[in-house]
């Protein structure tokens, strides 16, 4: 047994599932159990899952509307026990040890609350491999950003090295189940589903470090990622993605940052909101919604902000070095 339960999230994905699904049922420590929940596809997704993974551990749960990334990934944690929870995109092929070499770096430091391999960049349905980066580990801006350490750039010596980071893409990140019971809302909300899709992921990071929960980057496991946003085409992605990245921008700040991260990251997060605040009232208009949005949804975030302050167990002004210019990743030997 392996102690890990992995869940897939569909939203008319089926022409990269195959290769997902084969990848993950080819490991060499496979799944106890994965769940596949889809999220109202239009295509064909929901059959195609039904029969990929008929002779694997695996339950597949079909939604009659999308309610989102994180509503989703909650209901698919719930249905499993594990002590460890694997976040697989359904365009991401794993490396067959994938599971194993994470495992066993998990094994040297019982507060890595998560763990991520280096994900390339893959191309076509059967996610065929590239040297491009897709993503070395989690990292934070003062500016309020969090980047994929590398995306789309050649793959170099510095990203082949292990490292702790501020966290995992949720493309492929392998979670430790106490840290995510550990930073849950009431009713196992691990994701919080306010975001519905985007930066979800980054909400979590920030979460599991407060509470002192490490993500460990392990160039060792490799995957090979579609990635359906690139971070490189900045505003070419469609309106809905602009609108939600826009309102979960603020709504990222609001849950976690503090008077500390304020001050030590200004200016910079000022200039970068007044930045975004223009581009929707010129470029991007078909996001200005999602500044009214966040608005009104300020209260109930800036509450789990105070919540999630009162059970800090890491300082603010510890956490703002994950921000600022030298301090974004820290040798594994720290």
Not at 75 to 83: Q, V
Not at 194 to 221: H, I, K, M, V
Not at 248 to 266: E, G, I, K, P, V
Not at 289 to 305: F, T
Request: aromatic share 8%; glycine share 6%.
């Amino acid at each position: 047994m392996s102690g890990v339960a992995a869940f897939i999230v569909l939203h008319n994905h089926a022409h990269t599932l195959r290769a997902t699904v084969a990848a993950l049922a080819a490991q060499t420590v496979p799944p106890d159990r994965i769940v596949v929940l889809d999220n109202a596809s239009s295509d064909n997704s929901l059959a195609l899952a039904h029969d990929l993974t008929r002779a694997l551990p695996a339950e597949v749960v079909g939604w009659q509307e999308n309610r989102g990334f994180a509503a989703a990934a909650n209901e698919a944690i719930r249905r499993t026990t594990a002590p460890w929870v694997l976040a697989l995109n359904p365009d991401c092929r794993l490396a067959p040890d994938y599971l194993e070499a994470l495992l066993a770096a998990a094994a040297s430091d019982d507060r890595a609350g998560a763990l991520t391999g280096l994900l390339l960049r893959a191309h076509g349905a059967e996610l065929a491999a590239s040297e491009t980066v897709d993503s070395a580990g989690m990292v934070v801006t003062a500016a309020g950003r969090h980047l994929d350490r590398g995306s789309g750039r050649a793959l170099r010596a510095s990203w082949q090295r292990p490292a702790w980071v501020f966290g995992a893409s949720g493309a492929a990140a392998l979670y430790r189940r106490s840290a995510l019971e550990d930073v849950a809302y009431p009713a196992g909300e691990v994701f919080d589903e306010t975001f519905f899709a985007y930066r979800e992921d980054a909400d979590l990071a920030w979460r599991l470090q407060r509470r002192g929960w490490r993500c460990l980057y392990w160039p060792g496991a490799r995957a090979w990622h579609a990635r359906g946003l690139k971070p490189e085409l900045a505003r070419r992605g469609t309106e809905a993605i602009n609108r939600h990245s826009v309102r979960n921008r603020f709504l990222l700040r609001w849950s976690n940052a503090d008077w500390r991260w304020r001050l030590a990251c200004f200016p910079w997060w000022l200039l970068r909101d007044i930045a975004v605040a223009a581009a929707c009232l010129t470029v991007e208009r078909s996001s200005l919604p999602a500044l009214a949005e966040a608005w009104a949804l300020r209260r109930r975030q800036r509450a789990r902000g105070e919540a999630n302050a009162s059970r800090a167990l890491v300082s603010g002004w510890a956490l703002t070095r994950w921000f600022l210019p030298g301090g974004r990743t820290r040798r594994v030997l720290e």
